[in-house]
Each structure stands twice: as C-alpha cells, then as structure tokens.
C-alpha cells in the first residue's frame, strides 16, 4: 500500500518568514495530494490540493508543488502569521483496487514565533 | 446548512464492551469514511463505503466494523473494546470522484474522543 514521509516533525519560523513542509510518498499511481490543518482540538480542513497533473498550484500565501519523478510534494507558507500555528497533514490517494481513502503522514507541528 | 456530525464527542468505556459510534452527514455525499488519530501515527484509514451496502477495510481494520443502511449514516463498531483503541476517531465524507480516478475533497466530522479503560 502506500506510504507518506512528512518532514520535519516540528518546525518554528519567526512572523513573516517563510515555512516549508515536505513529503514523500511510494506508490507512483497516486494521483491526488491535499494538504490538511488541524488546529488544537479541532478537526482536520483542507487548506491546498493538488492533482497528478500539475506540478504547482497556489493560494495567496500557500503553495503546493509536486515532483512525480521524484515522488515528493511540499507545502510552502509565506508571510507567516500567529494563525498559521497548527498541525499540517499531507496526504496521498493511490487509486488502485477504488480507494479513495488517504494516506496520511504523520505532521508537522509549525509554530510562529512572534 | 449541510455538515457532518459525530457522537458522542466524548465516550469512556470499558475493556470489552461494544461501542458504536455515530456519524451523520447531510451532503448527500456517496463516499464516508473512518479514520483514527494517534500521536505519532497521524490519521489511519479504518473502513470506508462508497454508497448503501457498500463497505470495505481500510490499513487498521481489525476490530472494527462498520454498516451502511443509508447514505447519512456510517456508524463504527468496536465489537470489543480494547486499550489499543483508544483514539480519537473522525469520520469524513465527500462526493464521488468522476470517472478516470479524479478525487474530491474530504470534510471531516468534529471526532469523537474513545478512552478504553
């Protein structure tokens, strides 16, 4: 099945600077990668995806770029405010047997120090 | 508005009992999901559907069962309760991918915190 690495386990950045959250992951058929927030206690929400079809995809000050070849995919934040504090998941879907379920790595615990 | 619901939110049981735990969603959302979140482990797959009577076993599915008698309503079964299963469980929906393998977004309930003492 597959497997999803997330590196770094934490990570602190000062405000304003830049983070990044990278992951890799091992079926070469997988084809959707989202990344999800968790804020303490709450539940998981999607933040940024990105399909096998593309290699990079933006939102204001989040972006996500793929490497196929590679088998990697990285979240980047810039201009990190206080509310950017939280648990970050990727994940991985590999659509072989139907599955639409996700593969998760473990998370990055980012902290914005101000 | 539409959403996703679990409960309950909080549940102390223990060893050996039978647990279910509800999740309700009124999207009208094909595919639902069963998920637990350990520190260390991140999100695990449990089981997952993908419409009425469909079921199928997700990377942790021993001990768990789930039924799907309608498209609200996935609800998770610990036949019975173990200490290992102490988690926080979220449930997920979303809608049906389109043919070719597309995928859609995942919304997760609030999750339902299980000790098992």
């Known amino acids: 099945g597959e497997n999803v690495e997330q590196h770094p386990s934490t990570l602190s950045v000062q405000e304003g600077d830049s983070a990044v959250i990278k992951c890799t992951y091992s079926?070469?058929?997988?084809?959707?990668f989202p990344w999800y927030k968790q804020e303490l206690g709450k539940r998981p929400q999607l933040i940024i995806d990105?399909?096998?079809?593309?290699g990079e995809k933006k939102d204001q000050r989040i972006a996500v770029t793929l490497n196929k070849t590679a088998k990697h995919f990285s979240l980047h934040i810039t201009e990190t405010q206080p509310e950017d504090s939280a648990v970050y998941f990727c994940a991985a879907r590999a659509p072989g047997g139907g599955a639409d379920g996700l593969t998760f790595g473990k998370g990055t615990h980012l902290i914005i120090q101000p | 508005d539409a959403e996703i619901t679990q409960s309950p939110r909080h549940k102390i049981t223990e060893t050996g009992r039978q647990v279910t735990l509800a999740c309700h969603q009124t999207?009208?959302?094909?595919?639902m999901f069963w998920y637990r979140q350990d520190l260390g482990h991140g999100l695990r797959l449990i089981h997952y559907?993908?419409?009425?009577?469909?079921?199928n076993k997700g990377e942790v599915s021993d001990g768990y069962s789930v039924s799907r008698s309608n498209t609200e309503d996935l609800p998770l079964t610990l036949e019975s309760a173990a200490s290992s299963q102490t988690s926080v469980y979220f449930c997920?929906?979303?809608?049906?991918?389109?043919?070719?393998?597309?995928?859609?977004?995942?919304?997760f309930g609030p999750g339902t915190r299980l000790t098992v003492l």
């Open positions: 990105i399909r096998s079809n593309v």
């Open positions: 999207w009208n959302h094909n595919n």
């Open positions: 559907s993908y419409g009425v009577h469909d079921t």
């Open positions: 997920a929906s979303s809608k049906p991918g389109l043919a070719g393998g597309s995928v859609n977004e995942q919304f």
């Open positions: 079926d070469s058929a997988s084809n959707y």
